[in-house]
């Protein structure tokens, strides 16, 4: 299988929120390859995070591309107002959308990266018939909602299916993993086929800083 280029996506979730600028900047500077933002309503997933003001504030100070999480329920009410924040990419979830088909030909109508993502229960097989509309599946690795939680080693074989199915049908298909990815994990998920690694704690909260994290998380990952 030929191996996509791994990117890190630090999460700002995990973030200090008081100097979010200069976190982001840090992360940058790091070598990060994308900000990945998550937005949270409160009805998809029991939490609230941030919206459309803090995507245009990262938007403000970032260089490279933001990648933005919609945990949300009727994501086509914001998708135009995301992209107009700055959004290179909108993962809107499967499990929120009933017209699926028609929200990933709004996301790309709006000029963004267009992605699926599903929930740890969530088959494969869900996304079957929308592959060729979506540029990256983000495979949840934790039930959305929270940073700091534990991988569930059980989504492996979905990201080796999805690998396998996009491979099969020919789809340019970038694969993110989205949830306890850490030096312990991140090797196991690659090799099943995903090149997007979202990543909070251990990057924002890392003993020795940013660039530290991000520089664990590169070396466990070319470890392998
Ligand atoms: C969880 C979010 C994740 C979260 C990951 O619902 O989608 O992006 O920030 O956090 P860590 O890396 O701490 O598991
Ligand atoms: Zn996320």
New binding site residues.
């Given amino acids: 299988m030929t191996q996509r280029p791994l990117k890190i996506a630090p ?1 700002i ?2 973030a200090d929120f008081g100097s979010l600028g200069d976190q982001v900047i840090q992360a940058q500077a790091a070598g990060a390859d994308m900000i ?1 933002i ?1 937005v ?1 309503d409160g009805r998809f ?1 029991p ?1 609230i995070t941030m919206g459309p003001l803090i995507v245009q504030a990262v938007a403000r100070v970032a260089r490279i591309p933001l990648d933005v ?1 919609l ?1 949300i329920v009727e994501p086509e009410r914001y998708i135009s107002q995301f992209a107009d924040s700055g959004a290179s990419a909108i993962t809107v979830h499967v499990e929120a959308c009933p017209h699926l088909h028609r929200n990933l030909a709004q996301i790309k109508e709006v000029g963004c990266r267009a992605g699926v993502a599903l929930n740890p229960h969530t088959p494969a097989a869900s996304i079957r018939e929308v592959l060729g509309l979506i540029s990256q599946i ?1 495979v ?1 690795t ?8 534990q ?1 569930i080693s059980a989504s492996t074989s979905k990201i080796s299916q999805l690998r396998r199915m996009a491979l099969d049908g020919g789809h340019d298909i970038d694969i993110e993993v ?5 030096s312990q994990t991140i090797a196991t998920v690659q090799a099943c086929g995903a090149n997007i690694m ?6 924002f ?1 890392h003993a020795d800083g940013i660039a530290a994290g991000i520089a664990a998380l590169r070396r466990a990952a070319a470890s392998t």
């Fill in positions: 999460s979730l995990a990945h998550d949270m997933v939490n999480h945990m983000n949840m934790v039930n959305p909602g929270f940073g700091g939680q991988f989205d949830g306890g990815i850490n979202v990543a909070g704690s251990c990057i909260g």
